[in-house]
């Protein structure tokens, strides 16, 4: 979720699905010689991230897997976990990124855009001012079902421009979705595997892009797939 204004600012809700079996590092400065300053949440297996930001250039990048057509053997694909590092920096794929599929929500002074790889095509979608929501195909897609259900409840919650705390009505409503069935696909706190996954909501990011700067805030979930009161 994200809630991009007219003067640059932008302020995200993130959830992170994943199999609970691959090992992950909480908000942090994993990389303090490749990327100084960066701080993210840090794959350990591949050594990438699935959100960083780059506070001093006020710029922040999260991925979702998007399912791709991407012909190639697995001992020959990247991990895309390096792309978000690189965006952070200011960095795009040069060539066609050889991952599977993606979809890279970067924001930054320049402005707010989806990056999206389907394993032939990269495509950019820019995020006009509002609220948005993205997960494993386009933009604020209406055949996406949580989108459909959520999206305009989020808009309708729309956190005042001048609000220091911005997020209680957002986490309010992650908290009713949480009330889905996990394996729902309206979900948004999910349980994946009755789908044919083994990935399951393991945390959420807050984070907030202003003038001054960035700030984030990570919760992990104790049981994975499952929101407790105490984590909202």
Do not use: K
């Amino acid at each position: 979720m994200i809630d991009f204004t007219d003067t640059g600012e932008a302020r995200l809700l993130a959830v992170r699905d994943e199999d609970p079996l691959r090992e992950w590092d909480a908000l942090g400065e994993w990389w303090p010689d490749a990327h100084p300053g960066v701080i993210g949440i840090r794959d350990r297996r591949a050594g990438g991230a699935w959100l960083a930001a780059n506070p001093a250039e006020r710029r922040i990048a999260v991925l979702l897997n998007r399912a791709d057509l991407l012909d190639a053997p697995e001992d020959e694909v990247h991990s895309r976990g390096g792309l978000v590092l690189e965006a952070v920096e200011g960095r795009r794929p040069i060539d066609l990124p050889h991952t599977h599929g993606f979809n890279l929500l970067q924001v930054s002074p320049e402005g707010a855009e989806v990056l999206s790889w389907n394993g032939v095509e990269l495509r950019t979608t820019p995020v006009t001012p509002g609220v948005h929501m993205i997960a494993h195909d386009d933009l604020d897609d209406p055949a996406t079902a949580r989108i459909a259900e959520w999206l305009p409840r989020f808009r309708a919650e729309r956190p005042r421009a001048d609000a220091e705390q911005w997020w209680p009505a957002w986490l309010e409503l992650l908290a009713q979705s949480a009330e889905l069935p996990a394996e729902d696909d309206r979900a948004i706190i999910r349980d994946n595997r009755s789908h044919g996954y083994p990935t399951l909501s393991l945390l959420y990011c807050l984070a907030a892009v202003t003038a001054d700067g960035i700030r984030l805030h990570d919760v992990a979930l104790a049981q994975p797939g499952h929101l407790s009161p105490n984590e909202r």
